[in-house]
C-alpha cells in the first residue's frame, strides 16, 4: 500500500528551471527521511540528496549542489526538488523514496534537457 508517485518532468532548455513533486501515501511519512534519486539512460541510480522529517537536508550530490534543492511539506505528504540552472547531464528519470522502507519506489518522473 506505500505508493510513491513523482510528477512535474518534462523537455527544458539548458539553463532552465523545473520543480518535481513526490506524493506519498500508505505509511507516516513525516516519520520518515526522504531521499531524490535519479537514473540515466544506461546509467546507475544515483542519490541526489535526503532531508529528513524536519526539513533538513542531510547532504546533496556534487553534482548538483547549489542548483537544486529539496523541500518537504508534511501536511501535505509531498516532497519536492528544485532544479535550476538545468544542464543536459541532468537529463535522467528522477525517483524519489523514503529510507529504510522497501518497495516504496514510483515510477518516476522523466526530465530532458536538451536544446
Known amino acids: 500500500q506505500v505508493q510513491l508517485v513523482e510528477s512535474g518532468g518534462g523537455l527544458v532548455q539548458p539553463g532552465g528551471s523545473l520543480r518535481l513533486s513526490c506524493l506519498a501515501s500508505g505509511f507516516s511519512f513525516s516519520s520518515y527521511r526522504m531521499s531524490w534519486y535519479r537514473q540515466a539512460l544506461g546509467g546507475v541510480r544515483e542519490v541526489l540528496g535526503t532531508i529528513n522529517k524536519n526539513g533538513v537536508v542531510e547532504n546533496y550530490a556534487d553534482s548538483v549542489k547549489g542548483r537544486f534543492t529539496i523541500s518537504r511539506d508534511n501536511a501535505k505528504n509531498t516532497v519536492y526538488l528544485q532544479m535550476n540552472s538545468l544542464k543536459p547531464e541532468d537529463t535522467a528519470v528522477y525517483f524519489c523514496?523514503?529510507?529504510?522502507?522497501?518497495?516504496?519506489w514510483g515510477q518516476g518522473t522523466q526530465v530532458t534537457v536538451s536544446s
Open positions: 523514496k523514503a529510507t529504510n522502507l522497501p518497495g516504496s
